[in-house]
């Protein structure tokens, strides 16, 4: 079992910036793929970024050059750094971690981010 827990949300101006933190219980940190995904109300949940175990990253199109996902295996965290925010980028973003080897994912409880015009 993997419990994860986001932190890092909060109300930003726009054109700001914030770091997204996600911690991972358990010792499979480095066998998981993580994901930081965004659910805006009316909107389908969109994939924002990835980080999997082999250390590879991807982006949606629309953030690539202002967000980056990082990953510090020490303690077994995942971050998302968002800069440039724009309005329409509010949202709950919500943490996932794959662990393919058991076909599981887990999510975490998400972090409510609000952009101000």
């Known amino acids: 079992q993997v419990q994860l827990v986001e932190s890092g949300g909060g109300l930003v101006q726009a054109g700001g910036s914030l770091r997204l933190s996600c911690a991972a219980s358990g010792s499979i940190f480095s066998f998981l793929t993580m994901g930081w995904y965004r659910h805006a109300p009316g909107k389908q949940r969109e994939l924002v970024a990835v980080?999997?175990?082999?250390?590879?990253?991807n982006y949606a199109d629309s953030v690539k050059g202002r967000f980056t996902i990082s990953r510090d295996y020490a303690k077994n965290t995942v971050y998302l750094q968002m800069n440039s925010l724009k309005p329409e980028e509010a949202a709950v973003y919500c943490c996932?971690?794959?662990?393919?080897?058991?076909?599981?994912?887990?999510w975490g409880q998400g972090t409510q981010v609000i952009v101000s015009s």
């Open positions: 996932s971690a794959g662990w393919s080897a058991r076909g599981r994912v887990y």
């Open positions: 980080h999997t175990s082999g250390g590879s990253t």
